[in-house]
């Protein structure tokens, strides 16, 4: 009955559970949100997978947290690149103007992992559309995001116009 138990405690550790959102991820990019996430009704319903972040194109993405690059390249023409986080949990960056990461790559916290692009086709405002799946289910991602670090919005001028 020990060895039972113990191979039960064994099993139970070594196979992860779903992974939680902590509210800890760096932002991939700095910029605003300009567009939230809208779960569909369905799985094949519309809605919006996922935030656009405004961030000029060529911008650094970046990873927001460790996880090995499970797909990075084109769909329809277009860039895309995806993170397997582990337990369930995986990160989509889209409409990318360059990819850098390859897939296979073990990546880190904070890396360098493409380069924005234009947005959703027909988008006004270039920006990243950066997803959240947990278990193959898109989730909100600002419950993964840390808090918006302001310091990196404020830009100094000289005061005496030089």
Known sequence: ????????????????????????????????????FDPPDSPFGSGHRGIDIAAGIGSP??????GR??????????LFL?????????????????VIARRGDLVTRGQLIGRSGTGHTGAGVPHLHFGV???????????????????RFIRLAPLDGA
């Open 82 to 98: 995806t993170i397997d986080h582990g337990g369930g949990l995986e990160s989509t960056y889209s409409w990318l103007d360059a």
């Open 61 to 66: 993405v970046r990873a927001p947290v460790a």
């Open 133 to 151: 799946k947990l278990l193959d289910v898109y989730v909100d991602p600002l419950v993964y995001l840390g808090p918006v670090e302001v310091w």
């Open 1 to 36: 009955m020990k060895r039972l138990l113990l191979l039960c405690a064994v099993f139970a550790f070594a196979m992860p559970g779903p992974a939680r959102a902590a509210g800890d991820w760096t932002w991939p990019v700095v910029g605003p949100v300009i567009r939230g």
């Open 69 to 78: 690059v499970s797909f990075a390249g084109p769909v329809g023409g277009r």
